[in-house]
């Protein structure tokens, strides 16, 4: 049941029913009292008149009695008074309501002697009447008076009152119970929806609903709770989406370190294997090599062989840095200056293929708490995979905000496709030709940057082609 109609049942109706039956009882005690206060002035008029009246007939004059009768009528609403004798043959009589009794009971009252009154109505008029017998100085009745009084709607008026109080009252109680239907309403329901209303909404996962604080002082200091209830659970749910998100990158990063050491153990087993064999051949290839009857091409195969054996040991000996844990010695350097060293590194390769290398370096930075040789070799690899790729123009440029360095190397080459882009750190993967690539260059980048704490991912860049960001820490407690 809602509250409004519950407040209404058990409250609201009983003390309806309260002031209503106190209010009948009231209108009741009102309308015996005038008619008890109606009937005693009549019966005290009476009195007085009949005594009167006792003395004229005991004279018997005539004059003294009319002049009782009229004296009578200066009494307010007496409207008839009769005399008889004690057979209830009328002597005298002056205004309404001369046959109200039968002469046979106005005999009773002559024989009982004790006065008589009653209700009656004649004609359509309503009296209130009182029989009194007259009685001589020697005790004896000699005859009976009649006083009328008419009743002009006393009776009526009553229950005129009676309607129009109970006709107040129904219109006072839809009065007061539609104004506290409407107060309800305005100041305590509709509140209670607005602040229900957002509740759903969250519920249905619209975290960003607020409630508005406006209506009464409480709602408003509810809705402000509830908000700031929301705003907590938001930051919480912030705060569990950002730990999960670190989570997954994490368990990510566990998997390819997993595996990379798995890799490298692998590695291992293999040189280990392969180590004296390769050594064999590159020493036979050597000496074969020095022979004089050897013609320049069978020379020149010997050759190759013995560059295929150092790729393959280059090969194995990457795979063993790869998946070994390196402690990172770092110290505090001038990113510009290794960004110098790299560049002349790959120098020859950019002069061959005509490629511009822009740089956008604040004129001045934060020193970088690195390790010199590992970033220059992170910076030379990518530097080389960009002139590898046909770039003509390479452009390297950084910024810093909350503590951390954020590196950008991008070109205008082909650029990397999309369903590329989430395999190119893992091991062996390739987009160059056989026999060109080892597929370990920029999983050797990664596994740098993840010593040095910092992050490194691919996008497409504005020049058009691939762009790398790397993120790295400016100190160790970051």
Request: glycine share 10%; no cysteine; net charge negative.
């Given at each position: 049941?809602?509250?409004?109609?519950?407040?209404?049942?058990?409250?609201?109706?009983?003390?309806?029913?309260?002031?209503?039956?106190?209010?009948?009882?009231?209108?009741?005690?009102?309308?015996?009292?005038?008619?008890?206060?109606?009937?005693?002035?009549?019966?005290?008029?009476?009195?007085?008149?009949?005594?009167?009246?006792?003395?004229?007939?005991?004279?018997?004059?005539?004059?003294?009695?009319?002049?009782?009768?009229?004296?009578?009528?200066?009494?307010?609403?007496?409207?008839?008074?009769?005399?008889?004798?004690?057979?209830?043959?009328?002597?005298?009589?002056?205004?309404?309501?001369?046959?109200?009794?039968?002469?046979?009971?106005?005999?009773?009252?002559?024989?009982?002697?004790?006065?008589?009154?009653?209700?009656?109505?004649?004609?359509?008029?309503?009296?209130?009447?009182?029989?009194?017998?007259?009685?001589?100085?020697?005790?004896?009745?000699?005859?009976?008076?009649?006083?009328?009084?008419?009743?002009?709607?006393?009776?009526?008026?009553?229950?005129?009152?009676?309607?129009?109080?109970?006709?107040?009252?129904?219109?006072?109680?839809?009065?007061?119970?539609?104004?506290?239907?409407?107060?309800?309403?305005?100041?305590?329901?509709?509140?209670?929806?607005?602040?229900?209303?957002?509740?759903?909404?969250?519920?249905?996962?619209?975290?960003?609903?607020?409630?508005?604080?406006?209506?009464?002082?409480?709602?408003?200091?509810?809705?402000?709770?509830?908000?700031?209830?929301?705003?907590?659970?938001?930051?919480?749910?912030?705060?569990?989406?950002?730990?999960?998100?670190?989570?997954?990158?994490?368990?990510?990063?566990?998997?390819?370190?997993?595996?990379?050491?798995?890799?490298?153990?692998?590695?291992?087993?293999?040189?280990?294997?392969?180590?004296?064999?390769?050594?064999?051949?590159?020493?036979q290839a050597q000496?074969?090599?020095?022979?004089?009857?050897?013609?320049?091409?069978?020379?020149?195969?010997?050759?190759?062989?013995?560059?295929?054996?150092?790729?393959?040991?280059?090969?194995?000996?990457?795979?063993?840095?790869?998946?070994?844990?390196?402690?990172?010695?770092?110290?505090?350097?001038?990113?510009?200056?290794l960004i110098q060293?790299?560049?002349?590194?790959?120098?020859?390769?950019?002069?061959?293929?005509?490629?511009?290398?822009?740089?956008?370096?604040?004129?001045?930075?934060?020193?970088?708490l690195a390790n010199?040789?590992?970033?220059?070799?992170?910076?030379?690899?990518?530097?080389?995979?960009?002139?590898?790729?046909?770039?003509?123009?390479?452009?390297?440029?950084?910024?810093?905000?909350?503590?951390?360095?954020?590196?950008?190397?991008?070109?205008?080459?082909?650029?990397?496709?999309?369903?590329?882009?989430?395999?190119?750190?893992?091991?062996?993967?390739?987009?160059?030709?056989?026999?060109?690539?080892?597929?370990?260059?920029?999983?050797?980048?990664?596994?740098?940057?993840?010593?040095?704490?910092?992050?490194?991912?691919?996008?497409?860049?504005?020049?058009?082609?691939?762009?790398?960001?790397?993120?790295?820490?400016?100190?160790?407690?970051?």
């Open positions: 049941m809602r509250l409004r109609n519950l407040i209404l049942i058990s409250v609201i109706a009983p003390l309806f029913l309260v002031l209503l039956i106190f209010s009948l009882v009231a209108i009741k005690s009102l309308e015996e009292n005038v008619s008890t206060r109606l009937e005693r002035e009549v019966q005290v008029i009476t009195n007085v008149i009949g005594t009167t009246l006792s003395h004229a007939m005991a004279r018997d004059a005539t004059e003294p009695l009319e002049e009782s009768l009229y004296s009578a009528f200066s009494f307010h609403r007496i409207y008839g008074a009769y005399v008889f004798d004690a057979s209830g043959r009328e002597i005298y009589g002056l205004g309404l309501g001369q046959a109200l009794f039968s002469p046979q009971t106005i005999r009773e009252v002559a024989e009982q002697g004790e006065m008589r009154s009653a209700y009656r109505e004649h004609e359509g008029w309503h009296y209130y009447s009182v029989l009194k017998p007259l009685l001589s100085p020697t005790g004896e009745v000699q005859g009976v008076l009649q006083v009328n009084r008419l009743n002009t709607g006393i009776e009526n008026y009553t229950g005129f009152l009676s309607q129009l109080a109970l006709l107040a009252f129904v219109v006072g109680a839809a009065g007061i119970v539609f104004g506290i239907w409407w107060g309800f309403r305005r100041h305590i329901e509709r509140p209670l929806e607005r602040i229900l209303s957002v509740m759903q909404r969250v519920e249905a996962g619209d975290r960003e609903q607020r409630a508005e604080a406006e209506g009464p002082q409480e709602y408003g200091r509810l809705a402000v709770a509830l908000n700031g209830m929301l705003d907590a659970m938001a930051e919480k749910d912030a705060d569990i989406e950002a730990r999960r998100r670190k989570e997954i990158e994490l368990e990510k990063r566990l998997r390819k370190s997993k595996k990379l050491a798995e890799l490298g153990v692998l590695a291992a087993g293999v040189a280990h294997e392969i180590g004296a064999p390769l050594t064999v051949i590159n020493g000496r074969l090599a020095r022979r004089d009857t050897l013609s320049d091409a069978d020379r020149a195969k010997l050759g190759r062989i013995r560059g295929e054996v150092e790729r393959i040991v280059e090969i194995v000996r990457q795979l063993m840095e790869l998946g070994r844990r390196h402690n990172v010695e770092k110290e505090p350097l001038d990113l510009a200056e060293t790299s560049h002349e590194l790959v120098e020859e390769d950019f002069e061959r293929n005509a490629i511009r290398l822009e740089l956008e370096l604040p004129s001045s930075s934060s020193p970088l010199g040789q590992q970033l220059i070799q992170v910076l030379t690899n990518l530097l080389r995979n960009a002139a590898q790729a046909g770039v003509k123009r390479v452009r390297i440029h950084t910024r810093e905000a909350d503590g951390w360095l954020t590196l950008l190397i991008e070109d205008d080459g082909p650029g990397i496709p999309d369903e590329a882009k989430s395999k190119v750190f893992d091991p062996f993967y390739t987009t160059k030709p056989v026999g060109q690539g080892s597929g370990l260059g920029l999983s050797m980048v990664h596994r740098i940057i993840n010593d040095h704490g910092g992050t490194i991912g691919v996008f497409d860049s504005g020049l058009g082609g691939a762009g790398f960001e790397i993120g790295l820490p400016l100190n160790d407690t970051d």
